[in-house]
């Protein structure tokens, strides 16, 4: 049968790439670009100054404006966004948390403008906190508001926008930090079941109509290489969620139980190292959650095969995007119905998935449930230790990964090697134009409706009204993100986050003898314990790389100062100084080391902290690598660098050569 033919065959799930980088204007041309190309759907990403509420003329912005996602400072730079896109016709998924409501209100308000049906807008916003505080670290306020804004999305959204999707509950980034299958199941529903349990205690959504406002919660998956239990774990996720909808919350319309998800296959596997082979993992990856139509995701978005090597090109997301494609269009899977029915392996591996995941959601819902597992770092220390066991696992070579602890000859990559070193760069004047471009916004707007605004804002979250229409006005009025978040963090305040690292992960030392024992001899030569400070600058929360540094520096004998993420450069320096450390680690993954590393190194000689060697990690491109040693960066570390007990006997070095030189 002709693939144009295929009246019986089943509709693709929404074909989406995560896009937006530099300014507005530039994601707005690569959007209409990749819709050209045959994407159904829009994934924004966001830069790091947007998700958690700065200007990108805040101190903590410096360095990271349009590095990671597009930056969206006020309702111009939304208009921008989805200039010739019509709103009431496309699905948009922002991912987007901490500063959700107010994402979302720039984009009614833009959709307003447009003369969008509010009615008719349809998408989704993540609005996952409780992963934040375990993973991905753009949250802002404590738990308790948090949930608060969370439920005003949902009840807001349930009246004004009914085919919106206010929530997403978010697995992706738990797998990104070492979650487990069995983990990834019971913290995203336990996640779920803390949201809908706050939504229902609140009153804000009527009895009757609570089963309506279930079936709006969506999740968003991760999908890893090992196929078969991958594939599986998408069938006990929809399994478990029918019966927690039916059982905890009385949901009779089959309608209302679907667990309606999209996926990003896995990033967390992809690698620097011969990164051509990166395109069979992301294949691999997504048959995952396509191929079994019980569990098919509803909307799939690929990362790109050099993802861990930077920002991907037009290109290399067209590439993913025709994968997509091909299998949808070019095979016959959608002809048919659920192909692993009956078969006694999957569902032997589905029935023992559900059953473990009942009783870590057992154990969750007798600490209090998902929040009170966040604070007591329950979930973050089980978080750090499972992800200490995998990159064990890679390490000893018990986990092979092709091209890097097997088979690493290699011919050189002809995809990565052209001019641009096979990725996409942000100009470094992006950051300049963008500050440029917001005090002419500030210049031209109303200063007194935005007073206002502001004002009836403060008033709403203090008084535990909807902060939705409030937000809006708020939009139209001019007010920019950072105020925004200004205005929420004085009523709200901060929070910080458990690190998960309280304490060592490693049971047996045996294969850190060594390097213990060359600290041991160093911390004599210093007269005291050789003290490492890792510390993560900026505005970039993704920690599970500088987690898994302070544990094995500790494992290795060494002091260890970490005070987690979000930390401005002469916060760190005084850190240092306070401290007396000998050594200084920055962890970037954001892109935005360049200017960052400087900063803190700037301070440090003017701190008289010239003495003490800086050592790095991130995703740095070879270029960016020669650019920080030759400004004075003692080591520079990357994916490559696997073995972390390696990298704590080079810093072991550095030190020992430091003190050997000062003597």
């Known amino acids: 049968m002709s693939a144009n033919i295929r009246t019986g065959a089943d509709k693709p799930w929404i074909f989406r790439t995560y896009a937006g980088h530099s300014t507005a204007a530039a994601s707005n041309a690569l959007y209409r670009s990749n819709l050209a190309k045959g994407q159904t759907g829009l994934s924004v990403a966001f830069d790091l100054p947007t998700q958690t509420g700065y200007d990108p003329d805040h101190a903590l912005a410096r360095g990271e404006v349009g590095k990671v996602g597009v930056p969206v400072a006020h309702l111009g730079d939304m208009r921008a966004l989805f200039d010739q896109i019509p709103l009431e016709k496309m699905n948009t998924s922002m991912t987007i948390n901490a500063t959700a409501p107010w994402l979302l209100a720039l984009y009614v308000a833009a959709a307003d403008e447009q003369g969008a049906d509010r009615s008719l807008l349809s998408g989704t916003t993540q609005n996952d906190l409780i992963k934040e505080y375990l993973s991905r670290g753009t949250y802002v306020f404590p738990p308790a508001p948090s949930m608060r804004l969370t439920t005003d999305m949902i009840a807001w959204t349930y009246r004004e926008m009914p085919k919106f999707n206010p929530m997403n509950v ?15 199941l019971a913290f995203a529903l336990a996640t779920a079941q803390a949201v809908l349990d706050n939504v229902k205690a609140s009153g804000a959504i009527a009895q009757a109509d609570f089963p309506k406002a279930v079936g709006r919660i969506s999740f968003f998956v991760n999908a ?59 294949l691999i990856e997504m048959l995952a959650v396509v191929l079994s139509k019980n569990a098919r995701a509803r909307a799939v978005q690929l990362p790109a095969w050099n993802e861990a090597l930077g920002l991907p090109r037009p290109f290399d997301q067209q590439w993913s995007l025709r994968m997509q494609q091909i299998v949808a269009y070019e095979t016959d899977l959608l002809e048919y119905g659920d192909i692993f029915d009956g078969s006694a392996e999957i569902t032997a591996k589905v029935e023992a998935l559900k059953a473990e995941a009942r009783e870590e959601l057992a154990r969750i819902d007798a600490m209090g449930g998902a929040v009170a597992a966040v604070e007591s770092s329950y979930m973050k220390q089980k978080l750090v230790e499972s992800n200490t066991r995998r990159l064990e696992a890679i390490e000893s070579g018990e986990q092979t990964v092709v091209g890097v ?39 031209a707007r109303d200063d007194a409706a935005v007073s206002q605004a502001i004002a009836a804002l403060k008033s709403a979250a203090a008084e535990d009204r909807n902060i939705m229409e409030p937000s809006i ?31 060592s992960a490693r049971e047996d030392g045996s294969e850190t003898e060594g390097v213990r024992a060359a600290v041991e001899a ?7 314990r050789l003290k490492f400070l890792v510390g993560k600058p900026g505005l970039d929360g993704h920690s599970n790389g500088a987690e898994q540094i302070a544990v094995r520096a500790r494992d290795c004998g060494m002091e260890v100062v970490y005070e987690g993420i979000r930390l401005t450069p002469a916060q760190i320096v005084n850190a240092a100084l306070e401290e007396s450390v000998h050594v200084v680690g920055l962890s970037i993954l954001s892109g935005s080391h360049l200017a960052l590393v400087r900063d803190v190194m700037d301070r440090m000689r003017a701190a008289g ?27 520079v570390y990357t994916p490559k660098d696997f073995q972390l007990t390696d990298i704590m006997a080079d810093i072991v070095r550095i030190v020992d050569a430091q003190a050997a030189k000062a003597a």
């Open 170 to 184: 978010c697995s992706y980034h738990l797998q990104e930090a070492g979650a487990t299958p069995v983990q990834e």
């Open 522 to 528: 160093v911390s004599r030569k210093l007269g005291r």
């Open 224 to 282: 890893g290489l090992r196929f078969v239990t991958e594939m599986c774990k998408m069938r006990a996720f929809t399994e478990l969620w029918d019966e927690i909808c039916r059982t905890r919350y009385g949901v009779e319309d089959e309608r209302y139980r679907r667990f309606r998800y999209g996926v990003q296959v896995n990033s967390l596997g992809l690698t620097e190292q011969q990164p051509e082979n990166n395109v069979y993992r992301i």
């Open 473 to 503: 006005a708020a939009a139209k009025a001019g007010v920019t993100t950072g105020e925004w978040g200004a205005a929420l963090r004085e009523i709200f305040g901060e929070y910080r986050a458990p690190t998960g690292v309280g304490r």
């Open 609 to 635: 902290l010239d003495d003490v060697p800086v050592v790095i990690g991130g995703i740095i491109p070879e270029e960016d690598a020669k650019s920080l040693l030759a400004a004075g960066v003692a080591a």
């Open 405 to 443: 602890n097997r088979w690493t000859e290699s011919e050189p990559s002809p995809l990565a090697g052209g001019a641009d070193g096979g990725i996409l760069t942000v100009p470094e004047h992006v950051e300049a134009e963008a500050v440029e471009a917001l005090k002419a916004w500030r210049a």
